[in-house]
């Protein structure tokens, strides 16, 4: 006798699907017979996992900036912006001339937090204006083209990027002067949190938490969120849809400018390349979260960026793997695999940033 659920399941469930869930069936448990052995064998004190919690937190919350972008673009273009990652790059690899001017004249040490704010400023403003230029002139004369041109463009765009910033700025990697205020560490009872990680936790919540309240509650958000609904309805309503395009833009570009200088303060380096990973990343969040999807995007991020962290040591240190945290990236995609096996939609499904009015 079968079970009414498993048999209406049965009825929708095609050949690959089923083989699809057992290959996350296996992952899944070959990801708790690790974990349970790693804890088991306690090889790590409650200090050590509150140490990888907070860099996954400080990692996932830079992610998290970066994703809205991404999500923000799909939700009223329809299209992934793969030259998103630059726009990142630009900000913070532009930021460190001005970083390194105000160290070697002294002035970050004097003033740091008129520096950083000068710092933040730049990079913000940067990013913006290449996220500005990238709709205007990459992307609004295609925007009735078939998905694909926009799409081939927008990795044209970014390789462009890449390649003139190289020029402009050098292919080496310059290392962003460092903070004084932001050495040392804090701490909270037993457990000490690094300054510059605190920091990083904080601003990038302060700014998501901006942005969010921003698309949700002022009228410029709301007639984001009704072009990302239906363009043709909104343009009846008087809502000029090339400003809110634009406006969109200039958001995920204030957010990438602003994440890229919290990465610097984090990695300390910059350098033309370091847009890929992290935006590689970043897209992954906000497949992860559900594309569109605004606090998907801040969720996938943040768990993206403790899977990455926590990950390694707990998934595989119990298997006898070897150097466990080189395959971090691994474990990051083997959890967008596996979450998009049983929620294809990601973790709080696809919806555009408009559904709630």
Not at 29 to 45: D, E, F, M, P, V
Not at 163 to 191: C, H, M, N
Not at 327 to 343: E, P, Q, S, W
């Amino acid at each position: 006798m079968e079970f009414p659920v498993w048999q209406r399941l049965k009825e929708r469930m095609t050949p690959t699907d089923i083989v699809m869930w057992l290959i996350g069936g296996g992952m899944l448990a070959l990801i708790i017979w690790g974990s349970t052995a790693t804890l088991i064998a306690g090889r790590y004190t409650a200090h050590h996992w509150f140490d990888f919690m907070v860099f996954g937190l400080a990692q996932g919350s830079i992610y998290a900036l970066i994703a809205m972008g991404y999500t923000m673009v799909y939700g009223i273009l329809r299209m992934i912006n793969f030259a998103h990652s630059e726009v990142f790059m630009s900000g913070p690899y532009t930021a460190y001339f001005v970083a390194a001017f105000f160290n070697s004249s002294g002035f970050l040490e004097q003033q740091p937090i008129i520096s950083l704010f000068a710092i933040f400023l730049v990079s913000m403003s940067v990013s913006t204006l290449i996220a500005v230029l990238l709709e205007r002139i990459a992307y609004r004369p295609l925007r009735n083209a078939p998905r694909l041109v926009p799409l081939i463009t927008a990795i044209g765009a970014s390789f462009f990027l890449q390649y003139t910033f190289r020029g402009l700025y050098g292919s080496g990697f310059q290392a962003y002067p460092v903070v004084k205020i932001l050495e040392g560490e804090w701490a909270f009872w037993d457990f000490r949190i690094l300054k510059f990680q605190a920091v990083v936790i904080v601003a990038a919540a302060l700014l998501m938490a901006a942005l969010y309240t921003f698309i949700q509650r002022t009228r410029v958000g709301k007639a984001i969120r009704a072009v990302s609904e239906d363009k043709e309805a909104s343009a009846l309503m008087g809502i000029d849809i090339d400003r809110m395009i634009v406006t969109t833009f200039v958001i995920g570009g204030m957010a990438a400018g602003a994440a890229g200088v919290l990465y610097a303060l984090m990695f300390k380096q910059v350098h033309f390349f370091m847009g890929f990973i992290p935006g590689i990343k970043a897209f992954t969040a906000a497949v992860l979260g559900g594309i569109g999807n605004i606090p998907g995007a801040m969720l996938g991020g943040i768990f993206l960026g403790l899977v990455e962290s926590v990950g390694p040591s707990l998934f595989l240190d119990g298997l006898g793997i070897v150097a466990p945290y080189q395959l971090k990236d691994a474990i990051a995609f083997t959890m967008l695999v596996l979450v998009l096996i049983f929620r294809p939609t990601g973790i709080l499904g696809e919806k555009l940033a408009v559904k709630k009015a």
